[in-house]
């Protein structure tokens, strides 16, 4: 079976989130295939493949909780967890174009 998981924050930042991302594909990967999209660099031990799509951070821009635009998931870090997953999508769908 092919499973992909898509962790945004996977190569940057390890806490839970990332962790059990990383444990679970690990342990899944003995017999399927696993895919995880993320935006860090693989650490190069992994049972598994990795897909690095790039995101530019700029980690000083506050969240913007609370506002009318972050309510409408219009604000700067959804907006980057949108493009992170668009760009996932695409390349994905790509890799199946050019298999066939």
Same mark, same amino acid.
């Given at each position: 079976?092919?499973?992909? *998981? +898509?962790?945004?924050?996977?190569? @940057? =930042?390890?806490?839970?989130?990332? &962790? #059990? &991302?990383?444990? +679970?594909?690990?342990? $899944?990967?003995?017999?399927?295939? @696993?895919?995880? #999209? ?7 031990? /992994?049972?598994?493949?990795?897909? /690095? =799509?790039? @995101?530019? %951070?700029? %980690?000083?821009?506050? !969240?913007?909780?609370?506002? #009318?635009? !972050?309510? $409408? *998931? $219009? ?6 967890? *949108? +493009?992170? &997953?668009?760009? !996932?999508?695409? *390349? &994905?769908?790509? @890799?199946? =174009?050019? !298999?066939?």
């Amino acid at each position: 079976m092919k499973i992909a *998981f +898509l962790n945004i924050y996977c190569g @940057v =930042i390890n806490r839970g989130g990332e &962790t #059990f &991302t990383k444990e +679970l594909a690990g342990n $899944l990967s003995g017999n399927n295939e @696993v895919t995880v #999209f993320q935006t860090g660099k693989s650490q190069g031990d /992994e049972k598994y493949q990795v897909v /690095e =799509i790039p @995101v530019n %951070w700029n %980690w000083k821009k506050k !969240s913007g909780e609370g506002t #009318f635009i !972050s309510k $409408l *998931f $219009l604000d700067y870090w959804n907006l980057q967890i *949108f +493009l992170f &997953t668009f760009r !996932s999508i695409l *390349f &994905t769908i790509l @890799v199946c =174009i050019r !298999s066939r």
